[in-house]
């Protein structure tokens, strides 16, 4: 026979692990996330001489044993995204127009995620 101690302890030690299991599967669906969407950019990003196509990363910005934090963005050439991403007006008069590749890439990522964590945690 148990003493309710003794199941008490159990419980606590089960969910302790699962809440291990759980961080730890987190954190991977988080950097798979974060290259897949890295790449995702780099592959339909505009290419004149590829140094912008080349120029994005995925950093890890923050972690602790529960969290993680990534980030995924153009090392050097940062100032070119939102005028590639959404067009601009020419010097000259005229505009143009975006090549829409970080919000696609940012929209599969986030249905990613999801998708990786529920798997996980089943």
Partial sequence: M??????????????????E??????KKAVRKTATTVR???SANAPEKSGRYKKSWTA??????????????????RYQLSHLLEH?????????????PHIAPA???GEKLLTELIEKALK
Avoid at 2 to 19: F, N, P, Q, R
Avoid at 21 to 26: G, I, P, Q, V
Avoid at 91 to 99: A, K, Q, Y
């Fill in 39 to 41: 790449n995702e950019i």
């Fill in 87 to 99: 067009g601009h007006a020419k010097r000259g008069g005229g505009r143009v127009e975006g090549i």
């Fill in 21 to 26: 299991l759980a961080d730890s599967e987190m």
């Fill in 106 to 108: 940012e929209a599969h």
């Fill in 2 to 19: 148990t003493s309710v101690d003794d199941l008490t302890s159990e419980i606590m030690k089960g969910l302790t692990e699962y809440a």
């Fill in 59 to 76: 950093k890890k910005t923050k972690e602790n044993s529960h969290t993680l934090e990534m980030t995924v963005h153009s090392k050097n």
